[in-house]
């Protein structure tokens, strides 16, 4: 069964900084290009990274967390994860992991529960 | 990046009629190398991720209920529920993967009438 567990979520001042983890499990981890999806309370779904299957690991951002954020994968660990810097109010909300359904450019067929990140002083 | 535009931004359904929701793109997402669309469509409960309904515009994953059907091509797309049920009820996405970032529509909350 495919798996996807968030975590490292919780509460951080502006400016802060917070690393979001995602333990992969049920499938070959390597070969699935990967992203991070979130959702502020109350609002709709934005795509913030994508990182490829490929060992190159091409990655992309929204520009909204461009140069603030970094995402990456430990394919030894089935690890994926956000690295979260000077963050801002507008970025508390849900972070969901989620699993690009084959090759780089596919849907997103599996995601984890997500976990909470809020920013707040 | 490609703009998706959802409409409407709620509707009202009675049990076993038909829902119908657009989603346009700001841009082309037919992808000329399958000559497929870059389209997938999401369900999202309360409380839950969203789940992957239909993928290339009009594959439905599996396990999805064939009264979920997606059609469209280029930049016009369309989900619908043929038969509303009520575990139907739902927020649902549209969602772009041609170029990134993969962008989503605003969302279409559904409802029984």
């Known amino acids: 069964e495919v798996q996807l567990l968030e975590s490292g979520g919780g509460f951080v001042q502006p400016g802060g900084s917070l690393r979001l983890s995602c333990a992969a499990s049920?499938?070959?981890?390597?070969?699935?290009?990967m992203s991070w999806v979130r959702q502020a309370p109350g609002k709709g779904l934005e795509c913030v990274s994508v990182?490829?299957?490929?060992?190159?690991?091409?990655?992309s951002y929204a520009d909204s967390v461009k140069g603030r954020f970094t995402i990456s994968r430990d394919n030894s660990k089935n690890t994926l994860s956000l690295q979260m810097n000077s963050l801002r109010a507008e970025d508390t909300a849900v972070y969901y992991c989620?699993?690009?359904?084959?090759?780089?450019?596919?849907?997103?067929?599996?995601w984890g529960q997500g976990t909470m990140v809020t920013v707040s002083s | 990046d490609i703009v998706m535009t959802q409409s409407p931004g709620s509707l009202a359904v009675s049990l076993g009629e038909r829902a119908t929701i657009n989603c346009k793109s700001s841009?082309?997402?037919?992808?000329?190398?399958?000559?497929?669309?870059?389209l997938a469509w999401y369900q999202q409960k309360p409380g839950q991720p969203p789940k992957l309904l239909i993928y290339w515009a009009s594959t439905r994953e599996s396990g999805v209920p064939d009264r979920f059907s997606g059609s469209g091509s280029g930049t016009d797309f369309t989900l619908t529920i043929s038969s509303l049920q009520a575990e139907d009820v739902a927020n649902y996405y549209c969602q772009q993967y041609y170029g990134s970032p993969r962008t989503f529509g605003q969302g279409t909350k559904v409802e029984i009438k």
């Open positions: 841009q082309s997402v037919l992808y000329s190398s399958n000559n497929k669309n870059c």
């Open positions: 990182i490829s299957g490929s060992s190159i690991g091409t990655t």
């Open positions: 989620a699993k690009v359904r084959s090759g780089d450019y596919d849907a997103f067929d599996m």
């Open positions: 049920g499938y070959p981890f390597t070969n699935s290009a």
